[in-house]
């Protein structure tokens, strides 16, 4: 029997995280929804729904999770039903979130579930209190890919550019920092270009992390766009389509001359520590449309630069509250959710 751990896919946005959730959906064994957008928010507000050893609270977390601004509805899973079993499942947090993710596993009748966000890539410590064997698979892409890809977002819209290279600088440090502390059986990185470029000896690696048979179909996640990739995110479009190499390395035309040296000038340092040559054209932040946005960066990448700080905080508060019960615990095994 293989292994039955949560399997978390992370990265910076527009890094092919809904790519990699279709092609681990593919895989027999395993299930991951789209992004369900409750978990963070359930961890951040955790003492609003009171102790869950008492009934009542759980099922006002539940209906929080199936009836709030999440997006439970793009599981397709009966409110009602993940409710109940909420509600009489075991008392902590975790449990109540893996049970909405083993419910959508069992809509594919697989027994290995998870999650998709790019946001966990930055929170894994709350990821890791709520589901202590995770394991994490964090897939990296050129920032500049990743910035302009970022630009033409519907939520980045109006957005100086500077918050897409921050948010790209911000995950490459997370990821740093996973490399360093988390396990070697907890966290697994993939780059994007390899994955587009062979797919299979990339999720023949993966798979052996998860401890899982690679299957052949992991290779062609446009099949499952349609089932695992909501219609109303037209920015995943390129998902249902077969996997390509097309959109590497197309920020050349893409960014704006100005927007490529922005990018070189903040992230050269980590874009070089992963092996992406720089494009080398020398040109000087001072002169150019850019040297505003230079000037601007700093104030956007201000909270960025304290993020090891606020950790170190947020871990001092925990250690001195009242310790907390939060990691999933199985339930007992009941019959399956109406598909």
Not at 57 to 85: C, H, M, Q, Y
Not at 93 to 107: D, P
Request: with cysteine.
């Amino acid at each position: 029997m293989g292994s039955e751990r949560p399997v978390f896919v992370v990265g910076c946005p527009r890094s092919g995280t809904t790519m990699l959730q279709l092609m681990l959906h593919a895989h027999p064994r395993i299930a991951i929804p789209p992004e369900t957008r409750f978990l963070l928010g359930a961890y951040t507000d955790r003492a609003s729904f009171g102790d869950l050893r008492e009934p009542a609270n759980r099922r006002g977390l539940a209906e929080w999770i199936t009836s709030g601004k999440t997006a439970f509805a793009d599981l397709g899973l009966d409110p009602d039903s993940v409710t109940e079993e909420i509600v009489s499942g075991p008392p902590t947090l975790g449990s109540a979130l893996g049970i909405v993710f083993r419910a959508y596993a069992r809509r594919f009748d697989r027994p290995r579930w998870g999650d998709k966000r790019p946001a966990y890539l930055n929170n894994l410590g709350p990821l890791l209190r709520l589901f202590p064997d995770a394991q994490i698979v964090n897939i990296v892409r050129d920032g500049r890919d990743c910035v302009a890809s970022l630009g033409e977002t519907p939520w980045q819209q109006g957005k100086d550019v500077c918050h897409a290279i921050s948010d790209w600088a911000r995950a490459m440090d997370s990821s740093a920092l996973a490399r360093r502390t988390l396990a070697a059986d907890s966290y697994h990185e993939v780059r994007y270009e390899r994955l587009v470029a062979d797919p299979e000896p990339e999720l023949r690696a993966i798979c052996r992390f998860l401890g899982e048979e690679y299957d052949p179909a992991m290779a062609e996640p446009a099949r499952l766009a349609e089932v695992a990739v909501p219609s109303r995110k037209s920015w995943h479009r390129l998902t249902h389509e077969p996997v390509t190499t097309e959109r590497v390395g197309s920020w050349r035309e893409r960014l704006a001359p100005w927007q490529i040296t922005l990018c070189e000038a903040k992230l050269g340092g980590r874009l070089k520590e992963l092996g992406y040559p720089l494009s080398g054209d020398g040109s000087p932040w001072w002169r150019g449309p850019g040297r505003v946005h230079h000037l601007h960066y700093a104030h956007i990448d201000g909270p960025r630069r304290t993020l090891a700080t606020r950790r170190a905080l947020a871990r001092f508060r925990d250690r001195l509250r009242p310790a907390e019960e939060l990691a999933y615990r199985p339930a007992e095994p009941r019959e399956l959710l109406p598909h």
